[in-house]
């Protein structure tokens, strides 16, 4: 039965605020194994008309933007309610089991949405800004990286991580890395990083 906007569907409240209805309503397509929806189901789904989508997001892509942020936002909740104890290695080693418990919490919505941030978009999202702030904050001030190199290393490392994290992330959701693979491969590779700078 097709939605229209005055039903919108089950879970999703009609005060809700606009785009919190359109993120969830793309995510509970992928749940459903509906990774390739269009615009059209998902205005169904949220129970808007169908510009909505459009005029909040600009395109598919910028919901999936949306949808990878929303991730990252809950990282850094977690990662700051966690507040972990220890030095730059420590904190970041926490961060990626953080980030990698958050991806596996919904396998079937990460890998869609991660599928979708490898495609070309027409317009360039805010996904790695916002990836490497995760990791900056989880270097804090550098403690226990080489002193002579600190610097370099808070400047460099944040992104760095960033795309090692979301290198990783791609062979998961390819499907070539298992899930209990994904926070181990993502510990090993930031701790690489962090040894060159003598962490």
């Not at 906007?5 to 749940?31: W, Y």
């Not at 850094?76 to 961060?95: F, K, L, M, N």
């Not at 990836?131 to 992104?159: C, H, I, K």
């Amino acid at each position: 039965m097709t939605q229209n906007k005055s039903n919108p569907p089950t879970g999703l409240q009609r005060g809700a605020p606009v785009r919190a209805r359109i993120l969830d309503a793309a995510e509970h397509l992928m749940r459903q194994g509906k990774a390739d929806f269009s615009m059209r189901d998902l205005a169904s789904e949220a129970g808007v008309s169908f510009a909505t989508p459009f005029n909040h997001f600009g395109s598919k892509a910028g919901i999936m933007q949306a949808l990878s942020g929303r991730r990252i936002d809950a990282m850094e909740a977690r990662y700051r309610a966690a507040s972990p104890p220890g030095d730059a290695a420590a904190r970041v080693g926490a961060a990626v089991d953080i980030a990698a418990a958050v991806m596996l919490e919904e396998p079937l919505v990460s890998r869609g949405v991660m599928g979708w941030l490898g495609t070309p978009a027409p317009d360039p999202g805010l996904v790695a800004a916002r990836s490497a702030a995760l990791w900056a904050l989880a270097l804090d001030d550098g403690d226990g990286l080489n002193a002579a190199r600190r610097s370099e290393a808070l400047t460099e490392l944040p992104q760095q991580l960033a795309f090692a994290f979301r290198g990783v992330l791609s062979f998961w959701t390819a499907g070539e890395l298992a899930d209990a693979a994904l926070a181990p491969q993502a510990r090993a590779l930031a701790t690489t990083l962090l040894c060159s700078y003598g962490g």
